[in-house]
């Protein structure tokens, strides 16, 4: 059966490579084992279009050199695969620092941004890239922002809109990703609340991940803004999609870029990343989304309406084993479930 629609493009994400790897982990897959399982998937002579990319070492240096950035995208282009967002490395150990720390910490943050911009902007003189973002989050957590909720929230935003300013310099656009484990970001109402005092819509916005997002309508690390009853039973899965979709109402308006991920209900943590939102295998059968149709609470408007607001959609399967990830029945899964989301809320 031949896709019905053309547009969004799908992408694979490659950080699932190294989130939650490492020494307390599993090892790292580098990145050209992750383009090589990418750019193999097929399903009925549907090909994944191209990657989201991680800036920081093992895969991308952020501080590569025009040589280097010229030498991956003749990689990209071998293999037929655009880039589209890059993930700016802003955590204290990747070199950044946190959104609300002091004033230096402050700097790294917005240093790391305005690497990831310049590192963006080559790749789409190189030719390799037409469309997408650089994520950023508040690289802090919740504990830590608990502390002074309201003036940690206003220090976030203070920085968001530095580094905004920086986007805007470079042509480009900041999503920040809200997951329960950054301090300030990690329910439905503070990532509305955060975007507001940026107040820079068209250049700071969302990046929404169908597994991290599902969390906030259960209230995890923020049961005040909870959405469903404690205890819920979360095979009422036509219940979970109405409180979804009053969910993403609040982002939607504010979401630059899309990631179609399954999650189980659960929080999970591996390596040096904190719990958030547990990614599941596409076709994991207890995965509680039903995910093509609650891809459209972000990829339709409240009259039900296509937005086309995505040039590209990406998979997100953050923490997978390696022995799943480097099956390639894996990727050609995932992609399927890309095509149909795609079938169901895309066009031509």
Not at 27 to 50: H, Q, Y
Not at 126 to 133: D, K, N, P, T
Not at 174 to 202: F, T
Request: aromatic share 6%.
């Amino acid at each position: 059966m031949s896709a019905q629609h053309t547009k969004p493009a799908l992408h694979n994400a490659m950080w699932p490579g190294l989130v939650g790897k490492g020494p307390d982990s599993e090892p790292p897959i580098d990145l050209d084992t992750m383009l090589r399982l990418t750019s193999n998937a097929e399903v009925n002579g549907v090909k994944f279009e191209g990657v989201d990319l991680f800036l920081s070492l093992p895969h991308t240096d952020i501080d590569s050199s025009d040589d280097d950035l010229k030498k991956l995208a003749d990689k990209l282009n071998s293999l037929n695969l655009r880039a589209g967002s890059l993930v700016a490395p802003v955590w204290p150990p990747t070199g950044g620092g946190s959104a609300m720390g002091n004033e230096e910490e402050r700097g790294r943050f917005l240093t790391q941004v305005s690497k990831s911009c310049r590192i963006a902007n080559k790749l789409r003189d190189l030719g390799v890239r037409q469309y997408g973002i650089v994520r950023i989050d508040s690289a802090t957590g919740v504990d830590e922002w608990a502390k002074d909720p309201a003036g940690n929230t206003k220090k976030i935003a203070d920085t968001f809109r530095q580094a905004g300013k920086i986007a805007e310099d470079h042509g480009e656009r900041l999503a920040a990703e809200g997951e329960i484990c950054w301090g300030g970001m990690h329910s439905w109402r503070r990532n509305v609340e955060l975007l507001e005092q940026v107040a820079m819509p068209k250049t700071v916005g969302f990046q929404a991940d169908m597994a991290h997002t599902m969390l906030f309508t259960m209230g995890y690390n923020a049961p005040e803004d909870s959405l469903l009853p404690e205890g819920f039973d979360l095979s009422d899965s036509d219940r979970l999609g109405e409180a979804y979709k009053k969910m993403a109402r609040a982002l939607r308006p504010w979401t630059f870029d899309f990631h179609v991920a399954q999650n189980d209900g659960t929080v999970k943590g591996s390596g040096s990343h904190d719990k958030t939102g547990r990614h599941c295998q596409a076709a994991d059968p207890n995965g509680k989304l039903n995910v093509v149709r609650d891809a459209g609470a972000w990829m339709r408007d409240d009259k039900g309406e296509t937005t086309r607001a995505f040039a590209h959609i990406c998979w997100d399967g953050c923490m997978f084993p390696n022995s799943v990830m480097m099956e390639q029945k894996t990727w050609n899964d995932i992609l399927r479930t890309m095509i149909a989301v795609r079938d169901a809320h895309g066009w031509n």
